[in-house]
């Protein structure tokens, strides 16, 4: 049986370039759109994600559209001992379905002191150095989808 998912989303985390940025800890998100919330659990797969300086790539279906994204909250439960923090660059979102963008930079550490943390990153329209970072990665902003689609893309299915 074939189910149309209305939002279909890549999400893409940008973390730091340098050593102890990266984390194996889980990672949750929550989507915040103007129409509706999303909640996504467990980023970390069995592959190595959010190494330091990896571009990590997921792919989120959603039975629902979420409108606009306001915000996101990303939660880290610092449920691993040998490096429970993260320093996350940006993450970046692209609706293939309806062909909307949004960004968010953060250029900080989620999580600490063996506690686990939720930050909420709002939108923020691209300025020029983000561009410019998100373009060494091989992302044009105006051609995300197609981009965002060449790497290996985990898929996440909420509904």
């Given at each position: 049986?074939?189910?149309?998912?209305?939002?279909?989303?890549?999400?893409?985390?940008?973390?730091?370039?340098?050593?102890?940025?990266?984390?194996?800890?889980?990672?949750?998100?929550?989507?915040?759109g103007s129409q509706s919330s999303g909640f996504i659990k467990d980023f970390n797969g069995p592959d190595d994600d959010f190494e330091h300086g990896s571009f990590d790539v997921f792919k989120i279906l959603s039975?629902?559209?979420?409108?606009?994204?306001?915000?996101?909250?990303?939660?880290?439960?610092?449920?691993?001992?040998?490096?429970?923090?993260?320093?996350?660059?940006?993450?970046?979102?692209?609706?293939?379905?309806?062909?909307?963008?949004?960004?968010?930079?953060?250029?900080?550490?989620?999580?600490?002191?063996?506690?686990?943390?939720?930050?909420?990153?709002?939108?923020?329209?691209?300025?020029?150095?983000?561009?410019?970072?998100?373009?060494?990665?091989?992302?044009?902003?105006?051609?995300?989808?197609?981009?965002?689609?060449?790497?290996?893309?985990?898929?996440?299915?909420?509904?």
């Amino acid at each position: 049986m074939f189910l149309w998912r209305t939002f279909h989303c890549p999400v893409g985390f940008k973390t730091a370039n340098f050593y102890g940025a990266g984390t194996s800890a889980q990672l949750s998100m929550k989507l915040n759109g103007s129409q509706s919330s999303g909640f996504i659990k467990d980023f970390n797969g069995p592959d190595d994600d959010f190494e330091h300086g990896s571009f990590d790539v997921f792919k989120i279906l959603s039975d629902f559209d979420l409108g606009d994204i306001k915000s996101i909250e990303i939660t880290n439960h610092m449920n691993n001992d040998d490096n429970p923090e993260w320093f996350l660059e940006w993450a970046v979102i692209h609706d293939d379905v309806n062909d909307r963008l949004w960004t968010f930079p953060l250029r900080n550490w989620i999580g600490g002191g063996g506690m686990a943390e939720s930050v909420t990153i709002n939108h923020s329209k691209m300025e020029d150095s983000f561009l410019s970072q998100i373009a060494h990665y091989a992302i044009n902003p105006y051609h995300v989808t197609r981009n965002l689609k060449q790497r290996t893309i985990k898929q996440l299915v909420h509904s």
